[in-house]
């Protein structure tokens, strides 16, 4: 199984063109939330009907996860927290979205909504925890907030990640949490694309301008992970502990260069 991870695409269309146009070569494609842009001209309904589009034009090429990021949310919930209804109503047999999972031959994903309140928190602990209970081999969770106090959620002056999400890590266990939201951890001098929190991987795309997005391959059979952005490519593999540096990826795995597959190398 072969995963693309992008997050923090922010209504790109050029970034969703390039996923849509590689998706076929992956089996799941994750975007990991905040898929719209507060900061944009164009209103968030159209904004969000535009994504849809995507989303539809997606799940014919690929199974899909989408979560929620802080920029997506549009509807009233219980309490006055805000929900992303507008995500959750592009929910098919094809796309997994906040508050579902989904089992991949023996991976099972949780995706996890962003939570704006107590009540959408207790939801995300109430899912993890029947999670838990399910068969599997290999456990990752969807998460747009990176965990606290890592280089993953480290924005340069101080960290931006989710606090609470580092106890549930402690707890559970899962093999992978992939995440967004901080743009420029990876970018930023005591920052990175990935850490590790006891046994488990955890990881943050990171956000960049233009096609391709900073993205990450996590190529399942091979244990590796890979992170490809404008300030060079990178590899972390799963059954060694974490090196740093990261290493640098200098050679592409065959399948990436392989005639006939889409190119998702990002910059040369
Ligand atoms: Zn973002
Ligand atoms: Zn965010």
């Given amino acids: 199984m072969r995963c693309l991870v992008v997050g923090d695409l922010h209504y790109a269309l050029q970034q969703y063109d390039w996923v849509t146009e590689v998706a076929s070569a992956f089996d799941v494609v994750i975007i990991a939330g905040d898929h719209l842009d507060l900061g944009s001209l164009v209103d968030r309904r159209t904004q969000s009907l535009v994504i849809r589009k995507y989303i539809d034009r997606l799940q014919d090429r690929t199974r899909l996860i989408v979560c929620s990021g802080n920029h ?148 399942a059979e091979q244990d590796t992970a890979l992170w490809f952005s404008a300030a060079g490519n990178q590899f972390v593999r799963l059954d060694e502990p974490l090196q740093r540096p990261v290493r640098r990826l200098d050679e592409l795995p065959e399948w990436l260069t392989a005639e006939g597959r889409p190119d998702v190398r990002g910059q040369a």
């Fill in 72 to 219: 997506d949310l549009d509807a009233d919930g219980s309490a006055g927290e805000r929900t992303t209804k507008w995500l959750l109503n592009a929910r098919s047999d094809r796309v997994t979205s906040d508050g579902d999972s989904l089992l991949v031959e023996d991976t099972l994903f949780t995706v996890c909504p962003w939570w704006d309140g107590p009540i959408a928190r207790d939801a995300i602990e109430a899912q993890l925890v029947a999670d838990s209970t399910r068969q599997r081999r290999r456990w990752i969770w969807v998460h747009h907030a990176p965990p606290d106090r890592s280089p993953v959620s480290w924005g340069g002056s101080r960290y931006f990640g989710d606090a609470e999400l580092i106890p549930l890590i402690e707890m559970h266990r899962p093999d992978i949490v992939f995440s967004g939201h901080v743009h420029q951890s990876p970018f930023t001098d005591g920052g990175s694309w990935v850490d590790r929190i006891g046994q488990t991987w955890v990881f943050n795309t990171g956000h960049q301008f233009g096609a391709p997005p900073a993205h990450i391959v996590f190529d």
